[in-house]
């Protein structure tokens, strides 16, 4: 009995095995973006504009035929104006984007030559097409750099009804002409428009989703990862894409933090646009640079507070006295080091950052080696206050708690109190000001070129924190994507 149940339960680990396998190897995203309904009106007032100057460059072949006497040439054809009575761009569950045109029309002119007997005739034709209805879905998937493009399009394009006007001399006698001379532009034209839109998705918008930063430089120090770890799911609200959201070190690309942290979650529609990150978001960032080694500061000469210097020369100067006297002349200096990568915690109430750093205390006799006087840790724990500029994320941070002791005894911990409220006060001048003068440049996020973030609201989670915000366009589509291929023209050469 016993045998047959501990064959049954292998057998279902055997079958749990590559389930929890799996669940184990999903990687978390560290950064998210949704981007709703809101935000999607407000792009389809640049694609209508976009799609009609997109047609308007049509460009149909030369007609030439031969119906009873009558021998015609019909070329020079020009789109004049588009009437988009009805268009929509709305989210299509599944796939991506539906652009839907209903019930429009075209209006177009082109030049007529007309053999009739011994006859010839040229002139302008006007025409109009109308009942213009086309739908295009745009399938929106992750490439294999883990950017986000428009893999296929899926285009139905037609036209109820297409009228001409003659004019010439003999304009009224060709007017019976009309009706084949329709038939075979209204073809032409159906056949043009969803090329047209393919081009359109395929080529111009995907070199406009190419702007969006993927694997880039953040500095002379770190990059960052935004590349998509699974295909955007697309629901009929909104369009939401997982990013990695990771730093990484220049000089060592390899050497990342891994991802321990939670999911973040957004519920909300309101806003236009979405942006949670999670505290691996941060926490690789200031992994990267911990290993970059930017955290480690010498403090001396006349970067050190003289009434600093003072208070440390009286602290130590038993010290001094039975090492070398000779050394009480020379200067201080504090070397001060983290000993591990700080540390961020998202909470509802706010951003905190930890950090545990190595203070070591020497003189500097000159032309000598310093001599080391003693080395103390110090704990502190900032507020950081996140916030947007156009598409830049920053980070403000003020020195909330602070902590000294000895790493040589509990009584010289003791001693060190009297220097616990200047060191603080060095941090909050020295050290705190330049951090922020760094993170202020703050780092982009991943949105397409001439897009920014407006009216910016930051909430606070437990694990990560969620920006919502309204979107601005400083530059049209057209204009964004023509500054795209200019670019790339100017870096072949």
């Not at 509802?348 to 310093?370: D, F, N, R």
Request: glycine letters at 6%; hydrophobic letters at 45%; one cysteine or more.
């Amino acid at each position: 009995m016993k045998a047959v149940v501990m064959a049954s339960c292998m057998v279902s680990i055997l079958f749990l095995f590559p389930l929890i396998a799996a669940m184990s190897a999903e990687e978390p995203p560290g950064c998210k973006i949704r981007i709703t309904n809101r935000g999607l009106e407000m792009l389809k007032y640049e694609t209508q504009k976009f799609v009609v100057e997109e047609l308007s460059n049509i460009t149909m072949p030369e007609m030439k035929g031969k119906e009873g006497h009558f021998q015609y040439t019909i070329k020079e054809v020009k789109i004049n104006e588009l009437n988009l009575t009805y268009a929509d761009l709305a989210f299509q569950p599944g796939l991506g984007l539906l652009f839907n045109v209903q019930n429009s029309s075209i209006a177009l002119s082109f030049r007529r030559h007309i053999l009739y007997w011994l006859f010839y005739d040229t002139g302008a034709i006007n025409a109009s097409a109308e009942g213009v209805n086309i739908h295009t879905v745009l399938h929106m998937t992750r490439d294999e750099l883990g950017r986000l493009k428009i893999s296929n399009i899926t285009c139905d394009a037609s036209i109820a009804k297409m009228k001409m006007k003659f004019t010439g001399t003999l304009g009224r006698v060709y007017d019976f002409l009309a009706t084949f001379l329709t038939t075979g532009m209204r073809f032409l034209l159906n056949q043009q428009i969803c090329p047209v839109m393919n081009h359109a998705g395929l080529v111009l918008i995907n070199s406009l989703l190419e702007t969006i930063p993927v694997r880039t430089e953040v500095d002379e120090y770190v990059g960052i990862d935004y590349s998509l770890l699974s295909d955007p799911v697309v629901t009929s609200r909104s369009l939401d894409m997982d990013f990695r959201g990771m730093f990484f070190e220049l000089g060592n690309e390899s050497n990342t933090l891994v991802n321990y942290a939670i999911n973040p979650i957004v519920r909300e529609y309101d806003r236009m646009v979405y942006l949670a990150l999670s505290e691996y978001f941060f926490d690789s960032g200031l992994y990267s640079y911990y290993k970059a080694g930017i955290f480690q500061m010498n403090i001396a000469n006349e970067h050190m507070p003289k009434d600093l210097e003072m208070l440390f020369r009286t602290t130590y100067f038993g010290t001094i006295m039975m090492i070398n006297p000779a050394l009480v002349e020379y200067p201080i200096s504090l070397q001060l080091e983290l000993n591990s990568a700080p540390k961020t915690t998202v909470k509802t109430s706010g951003v905190t950052v930890a950090i545990t750093a190595i203070v070591t205390v020497m003189v500097l006799p000159p032309g000598k080696a310093p001599v080391q006087l003693s080395s103390m840790t110090i704990v502190a724990k900032f507020n950081a206050k996140v916030s947007m500029k156009g598409k830049r994320l920053g980070v403000h941070a003020d020195l909330r708690r602070f902590k000294i002791y000895s790493n040589q005894s509990a009584l010289e911990s003791l001693a060190l109190i009297p220097l616990q409220v200047p060191l603080k006060t060095m941090l909050q001048i020295s050290i705190v000001p330049i951090i922020n003068n760094w993170t202020k440049r703050g780092v982009a996020i991943p949105l397409a070129d001439g897009m920014d973030f407006i009216e910016e609201v930051v909430e606070y989670h437990n694990g990560y924190l969620i920006i919502g915000a309204n979107l601005h366009f400083s530059k049209g589509l057209r204009e964004m994507i023509e500054r795209k291929i200019q670019a790339d023209a100017e870096n072949a050469i």
